[in-house]
T-cell receptor, first 115, second 114 residues
Framework: AQKVTQAQTEISVVEKEDVTLDCVYE???????LFWYKQPPSGELVFLIR??????QNEISGRYSWNFQKSTSSFNFTITASQVVDSAVYFC????????????FGKGNQVVVIP | KAGVTQTPRYLIKTRGQQVTLSCSPI?????VSWYQQTPGQGLQFLFE???????NKGNFPGRFSGRQFSNSRSEMNVSTLELGDSALYLC?????????????FGPGTRLTVT
């Protein structure tokens, strides 16, 4: 079975502070994908990043960065210099490489950026 | 290119009724997956259809069913609605299934059961 744990439920930060969201996963698959999605109040899930299990390079995209550590089964997400527009729920998800598109989601992190 | 569309966006039903939700994938996408989102259970996978065949099914009762048409549009049906079925139902489309295919989500249908 696949499982994704996002321990922090709600995180409040003051604008321009950095915020890190933790994601720990469990899977028996040797090849898999990890994702982060953003869900603004409108409800639509917005894709942020996909990482496959055999690529442990960290990634930076603008103010967003991701730290993938296979040894600790973690895929953490950092928003640098947060802005009010970053206020949303962020989901970490896991998908097997083979067979289907089934995503296992974590419970999500509600990020509130205070101006 | 148009995104994933879901209709209706909002729906209010009474316990015991049935409901059908529709999802139109991005043009050319052949896989459609459905998810239920509730405050208590979070995002849970319902089922996936690819080329009109159900590829995978989540842990939901038989009251939840779906189908996919030859144009890849998909519908999901919930019969004998219960209060606990109140949720945001999201669908996602993808070119294919498995592997590295990206999934794109629609805006969801907010179902309220009274």
């Amino acid at each position: 079975a696949q499982k994704v744990t996002q321990a922090q439920t709600e995180i409040s930060v003051v604008e321009k502070e950095d915020v890190t969201l933790d994601c720990v996963y469990e899977t028996r698959d040797t090849t898999y994908y990890l994702f982060w999605y953003k869900q603004p109040p409108s409800g639509e899930l917005v894709f942020l990043i996909r990482r496959n299990s055999f690529d442990e390079q960290n990634e930076i995209s603008g103010r967003y960065s991701w730290n993938f550590q296979k040894s600790t089964s973690s895929f953490n997400f950092t928003i640098t210099a947060s802005q009010v527009v970053d206020s949303a729920v962020y989901f970490c998800a896991l998908r097997s490489y083979y067979g289907n598109n089934r995503l296992a989601f974590g419970k999500g992190n509600q990020v509130v950026v205070i101006p | 290119k148009a995104g994933v569309t879901q209709t209706p966006r909002y729906l209010i039903k009474t316990r015991g009724q049935q409901v059908t939700l529709s999802c139109s994938p991005i043009s050319g996408h052949r896989s459609v997956s459905w998810y239920q989102q509730t405050p208590g259970q979070g995002l849970q996978f319902l089922f996936e259809y690819f080329s009109e065949t159900q590829r995978n099914k989540g842990n939901f009762p038989g009251r939840f069913s779906g189908r996919q048409f030859s144009n890849s549009r998909s519908e999901m049906n919930v019969s004998t609605l219960e209060l606990g079925d109140s949720a945001l139902y999201l669908c996602a489309s993808s070119l294919g299934t498995g592997g590295s295919y990206e999934q794109y989500f629609g805006p969801g249908t907010r179902l309220t059961v009274t």
